[in-house]
């Protein structure tokens, strides 16, 4: 503490100030799950392929390892048929979406030039197994949302395996719950993510070219929850009162710094 003549104590950190601002203004602007929650990928592929006839299709894999909550991006380009081809795919997790709930987000783009005597494909694919420090028996809650934007005549597929079905329209959400000793049975170690974006052409397809940019979002809480969830901003992009709270308390440090 340092001694100002004629004002109160402040600490020489502007820390407790800022935190007094937060107080003031509402209380604490962030809080966390009552639980935690781990990702650990077997593997985040971008795969191009195409005839045989074209040459060994390609593939660029992550490989296995353990989301930290940083976004990783995995792509894959070729020229193949007189055309260009491209996947790329970014995922992010595990995140505290909304202050409450464990989350996780895939999103990308994959282009498919136009129509040629051959066909061409592209994927972009993750696969891994959710772990949370809860009792096996607890019953966990998932909400899940999509988005597909695409062209008809790539021919674009979207699937997430056994974990819940999807519909091939543009979007959609999926809310569901499970328990992790239920997949302990089928010798799965926790509840597997495996979301799955294709587009493609076929052989003499006659199309424009066209891309397709995909996002596959779901979060998980101990107690019911909606797709609702994800209609706030999410993942670590701060709420518009979260800037509203600092800029508040950086004004009042500038406004005690000036008058020191």
Not at 23 to 45: E, H
Not at 187 to 210: C, H, K, M, V, Y
Request: hydrophobic letters at 45%.
């Amino acid at each position: 503490m340092k001694t100002i003549p004629g004002r109160a104590f402040l600490p020489s950190s502007p820390f407790p100030l800022i935190a007094a601002c937060f107080w003031l203004l509402g209380g604490p602007v962030s809080s966390a799950p009552i639980f935690t929650a781990g990702l650990n990928n077997s593997s985040l592929v971008a795969r191009l392929d195409w005839s045989s006839d074209l040459g060994v299709d390609l593939v660029n894999d992550a490989g296995a390892f353990a989301a930290n909550g940083s976004p990783q991006t995995v792509s894959a380009s070729a020229f193949r048929d007189g055309r260009t081809i491209s996947a790329s795919i970014t995922q992010t997790a595990p995140y505290v979406l909304n202050n409450q709930y464990w989350a996780a987000d895939w999103t990308g783009l994959l282009n498919i030039p136009a129509g040629g005597f051959y066909g061409l494909g592209a994927t972009a694919s993750a696969s891994g197994n959710w772990s949370f420090s809860v009792s096996p028996a607890t019953t966990m809650y998932y909400a899940a949302i999509w988005s597909i934007n695409a062209p008809a005549a790539i021919h674009p597929g979207f699937d997430v395996a056994s974990v819940h079905p999807v519909a091939p329209q543009a979007g959609g959400s999926a809310l569901g719950s499970f328990k992790q000793q239920d997949w302990f049975s089928f010798g799965i170690p926790g509840f597997p993510s495996r979301p799955t974006f294709i587009a493609e052409t076929w052989s003499l397809d006659q199309n424009p070219p066209g891309s397709m940019l995909f996002s596959y979002r779901i979060a998980f809480s101990t107690t019911p929850i909606g797709a609702d969830v994800f209609d706030p901003p999410a993942g670590n992009v701060p709420e518009p009162t979260t800037y509203l709270l600092s800029a508040a308390g950086l004004a009042v440090l500038a406004v005690l710094r000036g008058r020191r």
